[in-house]
């Protein structure tokens, strides 16, 4: 079994958007918080494109958030990936990864 290694300081980690992007004022403020004190604990932070887009429940078409998915996942710098929100059409995106 492979384990990854614990994150560093100075490591990246990415968030993308594979369902839902944020758009409310009240969430963004919250993202904006929550890069903030990564940023603060010595992390870099890489946000896609579609992270703050929002339309009908999804960040972008299916294959563009496959695409910013794949992007942070082959990246050689970022260590983590997260989820800015959502999860409901995630499946969408499967077949472009």
Not at 43 to 68: D, F, L, N, P
């Amino acid at each position: 079994m492979n384990y990854p290694e614990n994150l560093k300081i100075g490591d990246t980690i990415g968030i993308c958007a594979p369902s839902c992007g944020i758009i409310k004022p009240e969430k963004i403020v919250k993202l904006k918080l929550a890069e903030k004190q990564l940023q603060e604990f010595g992390y870099k932070i890489i946000e896609t494109e579609s992270v703050r887009k929002e339309s009908k429940g999804r960040s972008s078409t299916a294959k563009k958030r496959a695409e910013e998915f794949m992007e942070l996942y082959t990246n050689p710098d970022v260590k983590l990936i997260i989820f800015a929100t959502g999860g409901d059409f995630l499946c969408e995106m499967l077949d472009y990864l």
